[in-house]
Structure formats: C-alpha cells, structure tokens
C-alpha cells in the first residue's frame, strides 16, 4: 500500500490503532503527551493489551512517534483523529481534546493537498458537520470537499481483544457527505483488510449514531440479563446461566455479551450511555428504556455488598478478599470498574479489605493507596479471609479448588460476582452466585427490602 498515515493520540485507542496499521503503511503517532512519545520511542508501553507488544516490535520500521505534529500532518495522506472524548460531570460530552487536535491539524494543512481526515474519537451526532469541519476550516483558511476532507470511521474494538478486532473488524463504517472521503476510505480498507470485511458507507450523522446505537445496545443486553439473574435469585430452582444458554441459541439474540454479573464497567459503555442520554434529552426525548438500563447497571454492583451484609449483619473488621479488579479481564483498565465502587463501599462500613488482580494492582494501588492491602497472588489474598468476593472473572480464578479457599480463609464463605466457579464443586461453602437462586440463607427479608431495585 503506497501510502502513509498518522494518528494523532496514542492514548488506548490511537496506539492499537497506530501499531496495528503500521502492519501494512507507514504509519506516524503523534501525542501532546511528550513522555508517552518518548517512552514510546524506547520501546515501553503505557498500557496492557495482549499481543499489543508483539505487534509493536513486529512493525517497528513502519512505525514512527513524534513529539511535533508537524510531520504527522505533512507526511500523511490519511490522518486518524483517536483523542479521547470524556464526559462532563453532567454527562455532557468534552470536546476539548478534540478541538485542540482538529485546531493543530488544521493550521498546518495546505491548499489542494486533499489529505483525509478520519474521526475515530467517539462524537456524538452531528458533531462532525457542527464541530470539527468548521474548526478545521477556520483554522486553515481552505474548504472542506476542496482542499481536504473528511470522515467518520467508527472504532467497535473491545479492550482485552484489541488487536484480533483491528486486525478482523466484523465491519467497517466509513461516514461522509464527502464523495471523494467515502471513495478514498473504502479503497483504503478494502486494500488493508484484503476486502475480507464489510465496509457500510453512510452519511457522517449515521455513522456516529451507529456508534452510540451500538454501544447502548450492548449496555441494554447487559442490563436485560442482569434483570433476569435478579429475578432467578428470587425463584427457586432458577438458575440465569441455564435460561441465558438456551436464550442466547435463537439467532435473533445470540448467545454473545449475554453474561450476567456485576454490570458493565470499562471507559466505554457506562459513558457513552450517559452522554446518549442526555444527547436524547436535549432533543427532547426522555429515553426511558436507556434510563432503565443505567438503573439497573447502577444498583448492580452493590448487590454483593448486601449479600455479605446479609450473611455477616455488621462489616466492622470483616477481612475482605477481593479477586479481580480491572474492569474486565485481559486488560489493566480500571475506568469504570466495578472493584472500585465495591471497595469503597466496604470500607465505608468498616471492612479490612486485601486484594489482587493479575495487571491492575498498580492502578488500584494509585487510588486506594494504603487504605487496602495488596497481596502477591490469589493465596496470600484469601488467607484469614471472612469472605472472598470475585468481582472480575479472569480465568486463573476458575480453576480455583474448594481445598484452596478452605485451608486458607477464615470462613467458608464466596460470593461470586462473575460465575467464575462451579457452584456444585462448593455445596458445603456459604456460596453466592450472582442469578442463582435457593441461596436463603444470605437472602434476608430486610437486606432484601432495601433493594433499591424495588424502589420505585
Ligand atoms: C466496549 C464495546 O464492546 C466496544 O465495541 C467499544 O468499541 C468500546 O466499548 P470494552 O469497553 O472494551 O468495549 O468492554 P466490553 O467487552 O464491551 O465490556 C464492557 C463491560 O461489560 C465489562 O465491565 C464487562 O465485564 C461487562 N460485560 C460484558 C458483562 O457484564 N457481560 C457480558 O456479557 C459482556
């Protein structure tokens, strides 16, 4: 492929991105972030994805990091825009970074150039057409169709399996009112995935919505079989693992992101449904199902909170072992994660907390400091334990014995936030598993009427 690219924000996304591409271009990263370009430039990684070191020094000669976004612009025919969009503290998205990117690319393009500009920073609709296009307009003193152009190209890739969702995206979006973006884009990818992926090729406002539409669908997924575990936790006999099976075997709904647990954390998911939200009331729509599924994904996490209180009354100096910290495994990501708020809450009720996580103990460690202890591995964690909580299901917590947690904690008792373990393997345990029922003994009537999802 004779061409060269560059993405400007190396942060998660653009650096999966970056190293994926320099696969088959020459490929430019640039950050404001100075450190990260140099770090980069040595070789080290700021963050954890799998295979995303391999990749890295694979692709090397393709790859350059700048710390000036000059060359980044001048050298590339295709530049990609990865900064992050954050939300407000009222949901609202920020568009700081943003602007501040499309602002410096601006300045430094040249008339007639017809570089393309690729939007793979989530934005919510019409803020290519409203934002970005007039910045860049205003900022280079050129026409957009003219002298540049632009689109939107949707990023779907899920942390932890980054690099196989760049690599084989099940689609590929390309969003423009820009004949010759949309034209140039689909050769791009076609060209880059070996026409092997299809490519949808829509309006700018469509390709945004798609986006949002997709991440709240998979959000509503989550909640929906939260809700059913939450009503098999009440039905004797019920299990939510067995109705998701046979649920998940009618192709209208397929079997996958159909697992029940604590609620979907992450840097995605819970943003993007709350900026969605208020982007929906701002057009004067009360999106009431949307609204639904943030409840339910709010009141989730501390269903395991109660269900301690439940078995022990008060928390005071219970010593706590917490199993799984990032937001989901494979990754060391702790934006949104559901470890976070569970902690928190013990320790406002007194509780001794010690944790471990096979990647995220060093951002945990960044937030909690020293009010929780740290353990080196699973044994040291659950050792003299009250009660073992496994917020996060990687998979070196599934092969855990009853032996293990016997000779080790203080008290047989689990609650298993994930369905990491085999219940049957532990009938003579306290044993919590999220949507299973015939757990009476930890389901008191009180604990339950406090249950915020039967407020109305
Ligand atoms: C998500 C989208 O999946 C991806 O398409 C988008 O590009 C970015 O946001 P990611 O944040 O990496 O990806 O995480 P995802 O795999 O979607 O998981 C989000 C949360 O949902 C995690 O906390 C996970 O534990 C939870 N989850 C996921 C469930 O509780 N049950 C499931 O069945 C799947």
């Known amino acids: 492929m004779n061409r060269t690219v560059s993405v400007?924000?190396?942060?998660?996304?653009?650096?999966?991105?970056?190293?994926?591409?320099?696969?088959?271009?020459?490929?430019?990263?640039?950050?404001?972030?100075k450190s990260k370009i140099r770090q980069l430039n040595q070789g080290f990684l700021s963050v954890f994805e799998p295979e995303l070191e391999i990749w890295m020094k694979r692709n090397w000669v393709n790859l350059k990091f700048v710390e000036e976004p000059t060359m980044a612009v001048e050298k590339a025919d295709i530049i990609f825009l990865t900064v992050d969009t954050p939300n407000l503290s009222d949901g609202c998205q920020d568009l700081s970074r943003i602007k501040d990117a499309v602002k410096r690319i601006g300045s430094l393009l040249k008339k007639s150039e017809h570089k393309i500009i690729?939007?793979?920073?989530?934005?919510?609709?019409?803020?290519?057409?409203?934002?970005?296009?007039?910045?860049?307009?205003?900022?280079?003193?050129?026409?957009?169709?003219?002298?540049?152009?632009?689109?939107?190209?949707?990023?779907?890739?899920?942390?932890?399996?980054?690099?196989?969702?760049?690599?084989?995206?099940?689609?590929?979006?390309?969003?423009?009112?820009?004949?010759?973006?949309?034209?140039?884009?689909?050769?791009?990818?076609?060209?880059?995935?070996?026409?092997?992926?299809?490519?949808?090729?829509?309006?700018?406002?469509?390709?945004?919505?798609?986006?949002?539409?997709?991440?709240?669908?998979?959000?509503?997924?989550?909640?929906?079989?939260?809700?059913?575990?939450?009503?098999?936790?009440?039905t004797t006999g019920a299990d939510v693992e067995a109705v998701a099976e046979a649920i998940g075997l009618?192709?209208?709904?397929?079997?996958?992101?159909?697992?029940?647990?604590?609620?979907?954390?992450?840097?995605?998911?819970?943003?993007?449904?709350?900026?969605?939200?208020?982007?929906?009331?701002?057009?004067?729509?009360?999106?009431?199902?949307?609204?639904?599924?943030?409840?339910?994904?709010?009141?989730?996490?501390?269903?395991?909170?109660?269900?301690?209180?439940?078995?022990?009354?008060?928390?005071?100096?219970k010593k706590f072992a917490v199993l799984g910290l990032s937001f989901k495994p494979e990754t060391d990501d702790i934006r949104g994660a559901i470890s976070l708020k569970i902690i928190e809450t013990l320790l406002q009720k007194g509780a001794a907390i010690m944790v471990y996580d096979p990647k995220a103990m060093a951002k945990v460690k960044q937030t909690f400091g020293d009010r929780i202890s740290y353990a080196h591995d699973i044994e040291e964690c659950l050792s003299s334990a009250d009660c073992c909580i496994i917020v996060t299901e990687w998979a070196e917590f599934q092969s855990l014995t009853p032996k293990l947690f016997r000779s080790l904690m203080k008290q047989p008792v689990i609650i298993d936030g994930r369905r990491t373990l085999n219940r049957a393997d532990f009938k003579d345990f306290v044993f919590y598993g999220i949507g299973l029922a015939d757990q009476d003994h930890l389901l008191r009537e009180d604990v339950l009427a406090e249950d915020p999802d039967n407020r109305q």
């Open 250 to 317: 009618d192709k209208r709904i397929s079997p996958f992101f159909f697992q029940a647990g604590l609620g979907f954390g992450g840097g995605c998911l819970p943003k993007d449904l709350n900026c969605f939200r208020k982007f929906s009331q701002q057009n004067e729509y009360n999106p009431i199902l949307l609204n639904a599924v943030n409840k339910v994904n709010e009141a989730q996490p501390f269903r395991v909170v109660r269900m301690a209180e439940s078995y022990f009354g008060d928390l005071k100096k």
């Open 8 to 33: 400007f924000g190396v942060g998660y996304l653009g650096l999966v991105t970056t190293v994926v591409l320099a696969d088959k271009v020459p490929t430019i990263g640039f950050d404001s972030d």
């Open 118 to 234: 690729a939007i793979k920073s989530t934005v919510l609709p019409k803020t290519t057409e409203k934002v970005i296009i007039p910045l860049l307009e205003e900022a280079s003193n050129l026409k957009e169709s003219k002298d540049f152009h632009v689109c939107t190209v949707p990023e779907f890739l899920r942390e932890g399996h980054a690099i196989e969702d760049t690599v084989n995206p099940d689609k590929i979006v390309i969003g423009s009112n820009d004949s010759y973006a949309t034209h140039m884009m689909k050769e791009f990818y076609e060209e880059f995935h070996e026409r092997k992926t299809p490519i949808l090729c829509t309006n700018f406002v469509n390709a945004e919505m798609i986006k949002y539409a997709q991440n709240v669908f998979l959000a509503t997924k989550i909640s929906f079989i939260n809700t059913i575990a939450n009503i098999c936790e009440r």
